[in-house]
């Protein structure tokens, strides 16, 4: 039987691809595992095809989680700073939208090169597509049972995304695994998402679909998930509902059956 891996990382996406360049580069023997024909689709797609990769003003504020102390300390280890050096290393030309976000001028598929590049410099390696059947843990050590045979390793890191556009390759696969190993799992709800009317009752609004407008939003109730939130940013009223960044802001605070507010 041959050496086991340090790592076996399953789903090479924006998480996935990172986190193996990076062990790669600290001398980890790392395969990364996926079942899509083509890597990085989320990507691809990302920021209209221009890759939204990071924003010059982000802190621990800006990230929705029940255990906030976590960013706290990802983000003292590496910062938004630290991917811009990145990115500038291997000069992919950007620019600055809107509040500090920062887009390629070209193309996503550079932030994929990027991903892969770092993934060379730690001689990872990366197999796909691949079907993982099952994982289980067993004499001390990982078994990752796929349609090519099984691979052994000391550890596993599941990155495997989250549920939005099945159509490129996603599925539910990490949460299954969780619920496998008898982890807590918070349910999974969409966020930074448009609104859709499932009422006749804004119909009189569709006339004005095409409409922006700067607004103040709030939504959320306290001491529930993430509290409330306030924004001052733009609404766009569409044909189906109510969109644009101040809508896509608040939907992460939103709860079915709750009110938003909007002056
Ligand atoms: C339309 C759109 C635009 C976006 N724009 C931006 C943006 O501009 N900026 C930004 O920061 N974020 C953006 N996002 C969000 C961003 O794309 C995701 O947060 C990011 O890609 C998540 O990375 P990930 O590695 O966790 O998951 P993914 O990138 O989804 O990667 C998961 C990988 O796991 C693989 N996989 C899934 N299931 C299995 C399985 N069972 N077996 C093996 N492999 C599996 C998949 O094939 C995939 O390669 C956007 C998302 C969408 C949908």
Redo the contacts with the bound molecule.
Sequence with gaps: MSKPWDAVI?????????CSGVAGQLGKKVLV????EV?????R????G?????NLHSSPANFLSLNPHYVKSALARYSAQDFIKLVQTYRIAYHEKHQG?L?CDDS?KQIIDMLMGECAKGKVQIR?P???NAISYEGGEWLIQTDSGVEHSRSVVM????L??PA???????LDIAKQYGLRVIDPRPA?VPLSFTSGEFENLNALAGLSLPVRIAAGSKGDRYGTCRFHEDLLLTHKGLSGPAVLQASSYWAEGEAIHID
């Design positions: 399953i789903g090479g996406g924006a998480a996935g691809l990172f595992l996926d079942h899509a890597l990085g689709e989320k990507i797609i990302s920021g209209g221009r890759c939204n990769f990071t976000q887009f996503a796909h691949v079907v993982i990155a495997t995304g989250g939005p556009v490129i390759g996603a599925t539910a696969f990490s930074l």
